[in-house]
């Protein structure tokens, strides 16, 4: 019985992914077939003067872009099914490869980021639901108030022109030295690297988490069962421990792992500002170059990021809280 259950509920969730990913490729598709790209001369690039209009309109014929614009989508999808998803324009290699070369500098990003956020949020929104009215939860929601208002990048070049231009204690921007291989980069060096990136993510998505966490705790601790444990004498960080912590981690869970999708677009800012060669660098770069099949590849694996966050919300959900297991049953 147990067993059904669970596959309903990854059958389910494969649906869902299935439908979302077919419904975001007929909208990517349909976008960039509006767009004045020229599949053409953005290939051929500076040489498209030396190109007569036979061989432009063999090119076109090769591509099939004289094709309706259903059969090229029928064509890429069936591609894409194939696992093929086309070769870039910019990086003249594969578009998996290039998404898998960017996505593993962009992952240590993000997972530094995200992973500080989440704790620092945390800690900070269980500190201000405790001292509430105080002048430490009038600080912390000052604090927080203050980011959730703040561009990001207005951060990261702050952050650049005091940490290295005026202490000079990080390196300006590239995720490694210039002039040096990259099997020859020490890890200290990375770190140095990453850490200003890392540091504009994290501050920039403490806010939320904060402040969602103080507000739960704040209704938590008015409920009537927290006024009982109180009568019979819990007080503070036990009193937190037995009958708070639980109540809130679910919405600061649900919060942190549905913001993968601000995350990526996070990414893609800082990446932009310290000149960080990650996934999100290029994703501009392909949208500045005309590079479709590119674009298109991003923006898919950009959806399964997406989603694999919610689904370990969802997941992480069942393991913690009992009533969300028998509620899916």
Do not use: C
């Amino acid at each position: 019985m147990r067993l059904k259950k669970i596959a309903l509920f990854f059958i389910r969730k494969a649906v869902k992914l299935a439908t979302l990913l077919i419904a975001v490729s007929i909208l990517s598709f349909t976008l960039v077939s509006l767009s004045p790209i020229d599949p053409v001369q953005s290939y051929i690039g500076a040489d498209m003067t030396r190109v007569s209009a036979e061989q432009y309109e063999n090119i076109a014929e090769y591509w099939g872009i004289n094709e309706p614009k259903i059969q090229q989508f029928m064509h890429w999808g069936k591609a894409v099914l194939q696992g093929e998803l086309g070769v870039s324009l910019l990086y003249r290699s594969e578009v998996a490869d290039v998404i898998s070369e960017r996505f593993q500098a962009s992952l240590a990003l993000m997972v530094v980021a995200w992973t500080l956020s989440g704790a620092g949020g945390f800690l900070l929104g269980v500190i201000a639901g405790m001292k509430e009215g105080t002048w430490i939860d009038r600080l912390i929601k000052g604090y927080s108030f203050s980011l959730a208002s703040t561009p990001a990048f207005w951060i990261g070049i702050l952050l650049l022109m005091f940490f290295s231009v005026s202490l000079g204690w990080f390196p300006v921007g590239l995720g490694s030295p210039a002039g040096v291989l990259s099997a020859d980069v020490s890890l200290v060096e990375r770190a140095r690297h990453l850490f200003l990136p890392a540091l504009m993510l994290s501050i920039t998505g403490v806010a939320n988490v904060a402040l969602h966490t103080r507000q739960k705790l704040i209704e938590v601790l008015n409920s009537e069962y927290i006024r009982f444990a109180k009568a019979k004498g819990e007080r503070g960080f036990t009193l937190l421990w037995r009958h708070g912590l639980r109540n809130i981690s679910l919405p600061a869970i649900s919060l942190h792992f549905a913001s993968f999708g601000e995350l990526f677009g996070g990414a893609i800012l800082a990446e932009q500002v310290f000149s960080y060669p990650g996934l999100g660098q290029a994703v501009v770069q392909a949208g500045l170059g005309s590079d479709v099949p590119l674009l298109l590849g991003i923006v898919l694996f950009s959806t399964l990021f997406v989603f694999t966050g919610n689904l370990l919300a969802d997941l992480l959900y069942q393991v913690i809280d009992p009533r969300m297991r028998r509620r899916g049953a």
